[in-house]
């Protein structure tokens, strides 16, 4: 995974993530306090103007010409991902982020918790999400590690052993907005790693129908498949939604539950008030380790 593709789109889902916390509690789609001090300045600056409603109504309308849909589905997908894990927190020993971005849960979590949570993404973003945490916290906590590594190319057991992961710990593993940016060979060797995770581990993971990445159907998202598809090329894998449990069975995972537009929508979306689609394009799947 080349540095300047992949690693560039890290901002975006926490532009939306801190955008949201200038919408009302009652409103809001995901809550992550976090998420605007995270940011380089530039875009704490683009944050900031949203505070006036009408610039919020506008940037998430460029958003929705993007990808109809696309902004709940962004947004709940961390809301459900945060609500999972909490309901799980009791019984797991370690949570292990893959492709972790800038996202700010580890920082959050650790307010009320010292299990470890291990980072793994591209060195270009460990640096940057070091210099962040630098700038915002002024140190890592101590149950926060981050670990640079790159899915295409480096082992993950290995660099999660260095980094102190035990591997007969029960882990919760959050892989996000990430499946389609590798090789359909890197997505399979992170299976094959997951493979031997100890039984009760737990596996969130996203991911963009196979449907969408052959472009047979572009699910109102044209712009999208222009800039990741056609353009850039940054998008390779994808799978279908009616083969989820049996692509994790074959690892070891038993499917529990799919989170896609309808469970969006109707969980979270409705009970806001709010005026938004949930896109057919990306799904939310939730696994247990057998």
Not at 22 to 37: G, I, K, N, S
Not at 133 to 140: E, N, Y
Not at 211 to 226: E, M, P, V
Request: hydrophobic share 40%; aromatic share 10%.
């Amino acid at each position: 995974m080349a540095d300047n593709g992949p690693a560039q789109t890290a901002f975006g889902p926490m532009v939306l993530a801190a955008v949201e916390q200038y919408e009302a509690p009652e409103r809001r789609l995901v809550d992550d306090d976090l998420a605007r001090a995270f940011l380089p300045a530039g875009l704490r600056g683009l944050v900031s103007a949203t505070r006036l409603a009408p610039l919020r109504r506008l940037m998430i309308g460029a958003t929705e010409r993007a990808g109809q849909g696309l902004w709940a589905n962004l947004a709940c997908r961390k809301r459900f991902i945060d609500e999972t894990l909490d309901d799980t927190l009791p019984d797991i020993d370690a949570v292990i982020i893959l492709g972790a971005g800038m996202d700010t849960m580890p920082y959050r979590l650790a307010r009320r918790s010292d299990v470890p949570v291990y980072e793994v993404d591209l060195p270009v973003n460990i640096e940057r999400k070091k210099a962040a945490v630098r700038r915002v916290l002024g140190a890592a906590p101590p149950s926060v590690r981050l670990v640079p590594m790159d899915f295409e190319r480096d082992g993950l057991a290995a660099e999660l052993t260095r980094a102190g992961h035990r591997s007969g710990d029960r882990a919760f593993f959050v892989w996000e907005g990430v499946t389609q940016y590798l090789t359909a060979d890197a997505v399979h060797a992170t299976f094959e790693y997951l493979r031997s995770a100890a039984p009760s581990s737990r596996l969130v993971f996203t991911y963009v129908r196979r449907d969408f990445i052959d472009g047979t159907n572009l699910y109102g998202a044209r712009s999208a498949y222009r800039r990741f598809r056609e353009k850039q090329q940054l998008w390779k894998f994808g799978l279908d939604t009616d083969d989820i449990a049996a692509f994790v069975a074959q690892y070891g995972w038993r499917l529990i539950e799919q989170a896609g537009p309808d469970y969006f929508l109707r969980r979270y979306v409705e009970p806001s008030g709010r005026k938004l689609t949930a896109s057919q394009l990306e799904w939310t799947a939730y696994a247990e380790k057998t």
